[in-house]
């Protein structure tokens, strides 16, 4: 069988809009060569040459986009959810830094990465953007790892030149930009993990790194991936060390790396005020909003809803370890949350998030950083999740919204049946390839 | 094998105070007629009487008192993680009610309340407060079922003889007293699921049904449940109808229905002032601190800090299906969460809740309003978890409290690997009673 050319049967969702939420029940999903090839609710409204096609019966079961993560930190994953009850100077400190410096260690970076490949396969996220490390070997390891899992990412060796610890600390702005250099000539051959220029935060980026960074971005056409106004003390310390910059985005924009041609996605934007907000639009920006994580480590809350309104790009990211949870399922519902607190607690005037909007935001929102991903309608990279119904199913009749809201809340992995990337499964411990989808196979659907 | 007689070998944490958590590594836990012998760091230091018990070996696993919930609303759990993005009104009128209103059928509450008792033997909580329906028959229903859980729970019929729906509301005080004397005359049995005089709160009373629930608490010598200061709007209603009360609490307080010789738990306090924070200082009244639901239905965020540094008894609870998780693990970590935010959205100075002080008010905090519960000191009953640690562990070696954040922060029911309440195994799905512990039973420890 093809899994590049087949068709799924099953109650389908996904976003149109940011407001917009489709919801077919009993329907049909396309795949051709990896791609939608469109929903038809009826077999006879599927065009002839897709009929031919396998069709997989996932009757009773949901089918939505792969969930797209535009922030982690691959090598926090080990400490999750340790060191919640610090602040972030201290968390940062005793725990982010110190680990991070092990990666140094190949083999160290081997067992951590494995075990996180692992998790994220068994996930419901099919797309992630990735901080690595310093060390051009472990992040290669990364690579490696994430590219045979049936993940699409991108990755990126971190660069840091100063304000930062002895052991993590690169020795200044041309080794760093050399070891970036000797990176992205190793890493050229990847076809599911692609790299992406990271500069840690302007705090730990010298002017000079950044100027090397830019040229390199366009010798290699480069996306870019940071940090932007996450907390106010960041903030202040950024308009002391860029005193020339306008903003805290400006302070990237002055080297040309803040969108225009470089794709370019923002984690956190807590704080961004208007001319930053101008700014982004202007250039196209993504912002990663981090609900979880910039509550526990005490940012505050992003006003996502003004961006969503400002017509900015905008996805969902775990910050894990910021973020305890790798699945975006969880930013979605923190994303809700979040939003009713800042209003109640009198920073905004903002409506809170709704259902469809982190819906979005977690699937196209953030899947047009990768291209036209996280969504069902033709022509779209075909990544889906077929779930089953977060158990104990409730003893009344529930509308396809409402069991798409059941698995936003309260689903984990173990709702996750199948899972598809460009149209072919993901390798994971419930599913393996060779086995095949986990649906009935019939060469057409029954009447 | 007579499971209320015998020890306990792992890693054992627990709460002395607050701020003092006891971490004792390959450790005995004695179990003596369903209460705890004392927590002992080597086998000849068991008192001598206790060392012909059996002994169950989880070594390498952790041990920590069963978790409290003192707050959850047994109807609404069908509908947990439905309208997350409503506000509370709406949420109440499109969700609540309406659900809570089809508990008249016994069929229906059956099938609910059985499923909701599934999951809470699953889960890692050993005793809850529930609040019911304002049905007799299905507050029976529910109370027998939990009865045979393995669980101590304390269950109340509701009260509500105005401004709720006409489907929910008891046509009057006398009527709604009577009700609840004859629910109160047929669950006298009951050795695991006790009565709790269960009032909606102060809008949905009048004066005319505190008035009698006040003789009924004082003739059957009943503790009492309630919802107290949740929300500002709900606050200036109860203001309105009740002027001559000095604060939300007092309007309790003056049917003595608000601590005292009343042993008193209010739900949610995320707005009580000073003269209520006093008057629940001097009257022994329970806070239920419920961090999710305060988000997740736009209350706000409670002072717990406050509350800890007034010496007021709290614990802290789901509020499903305000809260989305039954489990109190989920209620810390929101604890710690929401704490950091309070502080950063600069809604008081107060420092971040810790990890001692959320698994304190989880366990201790809470157990303390069933009695001696939630500690593993010498005398207090024997609730208990044997847990793994989640999933993929790190690589590198944790202290035993580094293992207990990673419970609290990232566990979920399949870490449960046995559950003790009352020095009893609790039947569920993974541990059947019949089978016995999961662990390796010796007459004597290894040497």
Same mark, same amino acid.
């Given at each position: 069988m093809d899994y590049r050319n087949f068709v799924l049967q099953g109650d389908i969702c996904y976003s149109k809009t940011a407001h917009s939420l489709v919801t077919a029940e009993h329907s049909f999903l396309v795949c051709t060569e990896g791609k939608s090839g469109g929903v038809f609710s009826r077999f006879s409204h599927i065009p002839r040459p897709y009929r031919q096609f396998p069709c997989i019966d996932y009757t009773g079961k949901l089918i939505i986009p792969g969930l797209v993560d535009l922030h982690m930190h691959a090598p926090q994953f080990t400490f999750? %959810? @340790? #060191?919640? *009850? @610090?602040?972030l100077l201290e968390w940062l400190e005793t725990r982010a830094f110190p680990e991070e410096a092990k990666y140094e260690d190949r083999n160290y970076a081997l067992q951590a990465y494995g075990a996180l490949v692992a998790t994220l396969q068994e996930g419901p996220n099919t797309r992630i953007c990735l901080f690595g490390t310093v060390h051009v070997p472990a992040t290669l390891l990364l690579m490696d790892l994430l590219e045979h899992s049936g993940l699409v990412c991108m990755v990126g060796k971190v660069n840091m030149d100063r304000n930062s610890p002895d052991t993590l600390r690169e020795q200044d702005a041309a080794r760093s930009a050399a070891a970036t250099q000797a990176w992205l000539e190793q890493c050229g051959t990847y076809r599911n993990c692609t790299p992406i220029l990271t500069p840690r935060f302007i705090p730990s980026c010298t002017d000079e790194l950044l100027r090397r960074l830019s040229t390199l971005q366009r010798r290699y056409g480069l996306p870019l991936q940071s940090h932007l106004s996450e907390n106010l003390r960041e903030i202040a310390w950024v308009r002391e060390l860029c005193?020339? %910059? %306008?903003c805290y985005g400006d302070a990237y924009a002055r080297f040309d790396l803040f969108g225009g041609d470089v794709p370019t996605v923002m984690a956190h934007c807590v704080y961004s005020g208007n001319e930053e907000i101008a700014l982004m639009q202007r250039r196209g920006v993504y912002v990663a909003h981090c609900p979880q994580s910039n509550m526990n480590l005490a940012s505050g809350i992003a006003p996502a809803r003004r961006y969503l309104e400002a017509g900015l790009s905008m996805g969902l990211g775990s *910050? !894990?370890? #910021? #973020? !305890?949870?790798? %699945?975006?399922f969880r930013a979605m519902s923190d994303g809700i949350g979040v939003s009713k607190l800042r209003r109640c607690m009198g920073a905004g005037d903002e409506a809170p998030l709704t259902l469809e909007e982190v819906f979005y935001l977690g699937t196209r929102g953030g899947g047009a950083f990768f291209g036209q991903v996280g969504s069902f309608e033709a022509g779209y990279e075909l990544d889906a999740l077929v779930m089953e119904d977060p158990r104990p199913v409730p003893p009344f009749p529930l509308s396809l919204r409402e069991r798409l809201e059941r698995i936003v809340g309260c689903s984990d992995e173990r709702s996750i049946l199948m899972k598809y990337v460009r149209g072919l499964p993901v390798p994971a411990a419930g599913f393996k390839a060779h086995e095949g989808p986990r649906g009935k196979i019939r060469s057409r659907p029954l009447p």
């Open positions: 999750r %959810s @340790l #060191g919640m *009850d @610090l602040e005193p020339e %910059s %306008s *910050d !894990v370890a #910021g #973020g !305890v949870h790798t %699945s975006i």
